[in-house]
Every structure is written in C-alpha cells, then in structure tokens.
C-alpha cells in the first residue's frame, strides 16, 4: 500500500511575523522555512499506519515548494518516510487554493497513491480548504479531521472530530484523509534516522512532468491579492497589582464595566 | 456573480449562530449585487430549521431532508449544494469558518471552479468585484483578496465577525430534489457526544481561557467554568492545558487549535507563547490573570492584573453575577 503525506513548508510558525509597514512585505528576517506545523501530524498519521501495516507499505512526503528548500523534507524523511518528491516549477508562484489544489492533484495522480494524508491547515495561508479541495480535484473520498485512524489496506476507519465530540467514518481506498493533532505528537527524529534520511531518494517533478493542462500558479489562480498591512495595534496594558483576590477582581469589574462588557 | 447563497450549519436540530451572521451579512452583499439572498439548509430537521431562518432577511431558503446527508460525510452535502448553485445561477457561497464550513467550503470550490477566500473578517463589493479581508500568518498580517470574475466564488467568514440581525419579508421555503446518479462511499457509523451543549467556542461572544498556571483538570471545572457561565461565553485552555491532557483538544486554542475572536477574552494563568497568542489577538479586549507580570501575553492585553487567579475569579464571578441580577 502506498501512503503519499503531503506537507507545505511555511515560515516558522515560532517566529515573531510582522509586517514591513514601509514596503508592506512580511519582513522574513529570523524567519526560517520549515514543515507547516499541522503537516507534521500527517507525516506522523502515515508513518504509524505505515508500523501497523507492515512489509510492502510505503510513505512517500509530497511538498509543492520551490526547488531551493526542497533538502527542508529530509527532516520528514529523517522521521521514517520512504522517499520525498518535490513539485517546483517557476510557473507555480502566485498560486491560489484552487491552482494548488490543481497542481498538487495532478502531481499526486503522477506518483500514484492509495492514501493520501493531508494536515488540516496551513500556519501561514491558513484557508483550510486545500485537503477538500484536493480530495475533489483527485476524485477520492476525503475524509477529514480524522484521529486514530485504521486501515487493512482496502478500508480506512476514523474518529472524525467534530465540535461536540466525533463520529466514526469509514470509506474504501483510494482515499484522502485530513488529521488533526490527535493523531499523537509527532515523532523526533532518531540519529540513525537522521544518518539514514541522507541517502533517501528526493525526487523532484516539474509541471511538465505532469502533463497536466490545467492553468497553474496565478494564471490559474481564482483570487488575487489586493492588499496586506499590518494588524491594528494594540494599547499597552494597564497593570494592576492585586494584593487580593477582591481588588484583583473589582479592578477587572470595574475595567469590564467601562468598557460595557458587562 | 450577483446572488448570494448561505450554506446553513447546524448541528443537534440546532442552528450555529453563525449562519444568522452570515444571513444578515448575505442580504447586504446581494443588495450591493443587485441579486437575491439564498440559504442552503441540509439534513435532519432542515425543515423547522428553515422556518426559524426565516426570521433573517433572506429571500429564499432550499432545503433537503434527506437521510444521505447524515448517514454520509460530506459528498451529498455537496451534491446538493452544487446543486442549489446551479439552479441559482452566478454567486457568491458564504460559510461559517468552522471545522465542517472549511471541509463544505474547499470541496465546493474545486467543484464549482470558485476562488476561496478564507477566515474573512470583512466583505465589500468594489464595482462588480467581491474582495474580502482576513488576518494571515496568525494574524501578524492583514490582507485583502479579491474573487476574480468567475461564475462562482466561495467565502468563508470568521464567526463573530458580524452581527445578527433580524429583519425582512419571511422567506420562501422550496425543496431541493435529490441530485440523481449519485453513490456515496463515506459512511458514518456512529456519533459520540464528548461535550454537548457546550456553546461553540468559536462563536462564544466571550472566552474565558485557562494554562499551565491552573495546575490541573478540576479548576477548569470549578474555577473558570462559572465565572463563563456568568459572562455567557465558554472555556478555552492554552497547548499546555490540552497536551497534559486536563481537557480535550477541542477547547485548544492557538496554532493547531482553534482561533476565536469573541469581545471579551480572559486569560487565566497563561503565559501567551506566540503558539497561543495566534489564536486569540484579534479578540476585542483581553484581559489577562497571571501570577507573572512580566510574561508575554502581558505585551498584548488591556488589562494585566498581577495576582492570585484562585482568589480573583471566584470574586470575579460573583460580582459579574450580582450584576446580572
């Protein structure tokens, strides 16, 4: 059985982002490239499906990234993936869910798949509509914010979280399921994983490769940046010493009660 | 596109507040547009739902009782959505920012060949073009997007974002017709209730979070949840809380968790690592309770109060409570 484990690479999520408020650029200084957080949940969904599965089950990590930061998927490989294909392609820049939900499609039905397992959201676009759309565009069921998930190599079950609780879902392969962090944390990468990650294969695709004739990057894209700023700022805090527990509460009271919120 | 159409989300034969924002908003795009205002109202009980949707100033409300829609994830959710599209002609589909308005939200998209505008805060028509404006990157940037002209175009919107407001003409109902030819492989085996009738987080008007510093489950219990309950908002907890396990996931709020922007957000005993503060900093005022005044989330608050938090909520509560009554 083959797992692909799509992941972006996104700024690190740790890092304090702000905007330039002269060239309205996100200033990147400190700011490295790494997994998208909620991606690494879904490497980590594979590979444990990967353990209960056995012999002849494979992890393949899937990024769209541009070429330059491609060697950022050995820390996925490191984790215990089989092999890394990234797509890069100049043409790919300015890509909305749409374009990228089409060009990662297309790539995916390039290098085959039996499960596909996405994270739930990106820390840096953050639309959440990539794993649907992805599942749509594959022709697959997508079965999303998925946790202990169960396979025999024809059937995958799921706890499915919703706001009050979950259900469970089950659905035949091929299939595209979405986790959250439920899942367990991700695992660290050992030495001997890290050593062995060097030799792994990391192959990359380019939109010709595909043979795709769908309209990628901004061509293809739906939607289109007009505007980016900073957030609106904030006024320092007033402090309040609380020397008990009923001034402490009485200034919240009365700071609440100013501002009618209560 | 000129009409606007609502896809209602409810759950437990109960409408998400939400929709009633997404309602109100909707009349005012398609009066911009020069279209009508639709809601899209699926499953069980979508017909007496409808009904009280009718208090909100849409022209139109499709719905479909249809058992496939709860016995099967997603796809004839889909189906007929797509569907009411079709019939309706050019529009924009508003959805709730939530877990199951994202996963309707990009399937319908890819399937209608709309662009997707995410986590919106705001929405404006400029000229024919809808643009909307959400935080990114955790909300250290703001930006504006717009849908390029195309039949359809998909928008969902954060909860809280926008009032609810009742008003209107009651609108007509009408049935959707099965979409036909069609097999569903998602099936839904069983439901389980981890935390019913707990109001939704991300539409709570206020929130009231606890951390590491509340030392475990039970004051989240007895501490926090009372002094929500006299606010009528609902408890959060940071990473630290939920990865000791002292409540579920679900509440997490913060990167991998949920983002809230309800008026009112109290920290109890968090230190506000950008792992959380993503989460929350759009909220309206943030108070913070925190034995340490010199921790991070004391950058972005209004109000700190440097304290004993098991002293402070219970007197809290009790004067929130005796102003109440």
């Known amino acids: 059985m083959k797992i692909v484990a799509t992941v972006k690479l996104v700024p690190d999520p740790n890092s304090e982002k702000r905007i330039d408020p002269q060239t309205k650029r996100l200033d990147r200084s400190g700011a490295e490239t790494v997994l998208n957080p909620y991606d690494e949940y879904a490497v980590e969904a594979a590979l444990q499906l990967k353990e209960k599965l056995g012999d002849g089950t494979t992890v393949t990590v899937f990024s769209m990234a541009p070429e330059r930061h491609k060697e950022i998927l050995r820390k996925a490989l490191a984790m215990g993936a089989d092999d890394a294909v990234v797509l890069s392609d100049p043409a790919l820049a300015g890509s909305d869910v749409w374009s990228t939900a089409a060009a990662i499609a297309a790539g995916l039905k390039k290098i085959g798949f039996d499960l596909v397992v996405c994270g739930g959201l990106s820390d840096d676009g953050s639309t959440g509509g990539t794993p649907g759309a992805l599942a749509e565009h594959l022709g697959v069921p997508g079965l999303t914010n998925a946790r202990h998930l169960e396979c025999d190599g024809q059937r995958l079950t799921a706890q499915r979280e919703t706001d009050s609780g979950y259900q469970v879902v089950a659905t035949a392969l091929p299939a595209l399921v979405s986790v959250t962090m439920a899942v367990g944390e991700p695992r660290y990468a050992s030495l001997k994983g890290i050593m062995g990650a060097k030799k792994k294969t990391l192959a990359t695709l380019c939109l010709a490769d595909l043979g795709s004739d769908v309209p990628a990057g901004d061509d293809g894209a739906l939607t289109e940046l007009v505007r980016v700023g900073p957030p609106a700022t904030r006024e320092k805090a007033a402090v309040v010493n609380a020397t008990d527990g009923a001034s402490g509460a009485r200034a919240i009271f009365d700071f609440l009660k100013q501002r009618k919120l209560v | ?325």
């Not at chain 2, 939530?98 to 986590?119: C, E, S, V």
């Not at chain 2, 009651?170 to 030819?181: D, E, R, S, Y």
């Not at chain 2, 839904?188 to 489950?217: C, F, K, M, Q, T």
């Open chain 2, 1 to 325: 596109m000129q009409h606007v159409i609502v896809f209602a989300e409810h759950a437990n034969g109960t409408t998400r507040k939400v929709t009633f924002e997404l309602a109100t908003q909707a009349r005012k795009l398609a009066d911009e547009l020069g279209g009508k205002a639709h809601a899209v109202v699926l499953g069980a009980g979508a017909g007496a739902l409808a009904e009280r949707l009718q208090a909100y100033p849409l022209d139109v409300i499709h719905v479909a009782q249809d058992d496939d829609v709860d016995n099967f994830l997603i796809d004839p959710a889909i189906d007929y959505l797509e569907a009411a599209a079709n019939g309706i002609g050019p529009s924009v589909i508003l959805l709730p920012n939530t877990m199951y308005g994202r996963d309707i939200a990009g399937r319908i998209a890819a399937r209608l060949r709309a662009g997707m505008l995410a986590d919106v805060v705001d929405i404006a028509v400029d000229g024919t073009s809808v643009r909307g404006t959400s935080p990114k990157l955790g909300g250290a940037a703001i930006t504006t997007c717009a849908l390029r002209d195309a039949r359809y175009g998909v928008v969902t919107v954060r909860p809280n974002a926008f009032a609810a407001e009742p008003g209107g003409a009651a609108a007509q109902v009408v049935q959707l017709a099965k979409p036909t030819g069609k097999s569903y492989k998602m099936s839904i085996e069983s439901n389980v209730e981890e935390a019913s009738g707990e109001l939704g987080l991300e539409e709570a008007p206020v929130v009231v979070a606890g951390g590491r510093g509340l030392g475990g489950p039970e004051p989240f219990q007895t501490l926090l949840k009372p002094l929500a309950d006299a606010l009528g908002g609902a408890v959060g907890a940071s990473r630290a809380a939920a990865d000791a396990g002292w409540v579920p996931y679900s509440l997490q709020i913060g990167q991998t968790g949920k983002t809230v922007s309800p008026s009112l957000y109290v920290a109890v005993g968090i230190s506000g690592a950008i792992q959380h503060k993503v989460g929350m900093r759009s909220s309206g005022t943030i108070v913070a309770i925190n034995k340490d005044g010199g921790a991070p989330i004391t950058e972005f608050s209004d109000l700190v109060v440097v304290g004993d938090a098991f002293a402070i909520v219970p007197e809290l509560t009790n004067l929130v409570r005796a102003a109440k009554a």
